[in-house]
């Protein structure tokens, strides 16, 4: 499960000339799922993007969260997170989950957001959709939870993590 994080100042997708959802101030989420994916992991990356800080205090460090700031989400499906372009010119996206194991996926991570109490807006699953993100810092994160991995690039739970 790959996530593309964006602390935004606003962000929406529009369908067919339609806005579909809409956010001011929160995170941009791009998401994708491979075959082996969970609903375990699903639950642990709802849980680490709910309860990341990463709104500035008053000092201007990052050490505030979705619900302290009156954030929201935008979670966007985006199966070319697992596209891989190591042969070739054209991506090969084999290792991409196929809708009917994607979707119920997509649909729990959705769920265990709003069951956290945030307000979340959402794209179409398998939509052609424009996607307006005004990212703010720019603050970018790629989070990565799946069969023995945990965040990329980190070790531990806990390790490297200030107060």
Sequence with gaps: MRVVLQRVS???VTIAGKVL???D??????IGFTHDDTPAQVDWMADKVAGLRLFGDVQDKMNLG???VGGAVLVISQFTLY???QKGRRPSFIDAARPEMAIPLYER???QLRGRGLQVETGEFGAMM???IHNDGPVTLILERGKGKGERGRGEEGKGESG
Excluded: K, W, Y
Aim: aromatic share 8%; net charge negative; charged share 25%.
């Design 66 to 68: 979705l619900e302290e």
């Design 83 to 85: 596209g891989d372009t």
């Design 10 to 12: 606003r962000a929406s």
């Design 130 to 132: 424009q996607v307006e």
């Design 109 to 111: 991570f959705i769920a």
């Design 21 to 23: 959802g809409a956010i």
């Design 25 to 30: 101030r929160g995170f941009c989420l791009l």
